[in-house]
């Protein structure tokens, strides 16, 4: 079993990507409201930043989800596949990552 963990930037994307999950019978994730470290520090410091260094230390939103879900090891890849079709592909700039813990212990939840 894995812990699935996607911190989604592109927010203007989680129904879609809900509804997917759903559609795939991929259910069982708890959503968090999150946000960054350069997020947070940006709301409480007048950071001067210009040009091509804006981009890379202040993203253009204020605030990611992040999305944790217990699934069995043969259904990554899909789930991979569902964030990568519903955000236009994490590999483009500010728009999220997906990782996996794997889990070694599990009680209360049955998958």
Not at 6 to 19: A, G, H, S, V
Not at 21 to 43: C, R, Y
Request: glycine share 6%; charged share 25%; hydrophobic share 40%.
């Amino acid at each position: 079993m894995k812990l699935v963990v996607i911190i989604l930037n592109k927010t203007e994307c989680l129904e879609k990507l809900l509804e997917t999950f759903k559609d795939n019978h991929v259910s069982g994730a708890t959503i968090i409201d999150s946000k960054g470290m350069i997020q947070e520090l940006s709301d409480n410091y007048d950071f001067r930043i210009t040009g091509s260094l804006r981009e890379i230390f202040m993203p253009s939103h204020k605030e990611n989800k992040t999305i944790l879900m217990v699934a069995k090891e043969t259904d990554v890849s899909m789930i991979s596949r569902i964030v990568d079709e519903a955000t236009g592909g994490l590999w483009k700039p500010d728009t999220g990552i997906l990782f996996t813990i794997p889990i070694d212990h599990l009680e209360g939840m049955h998958i």
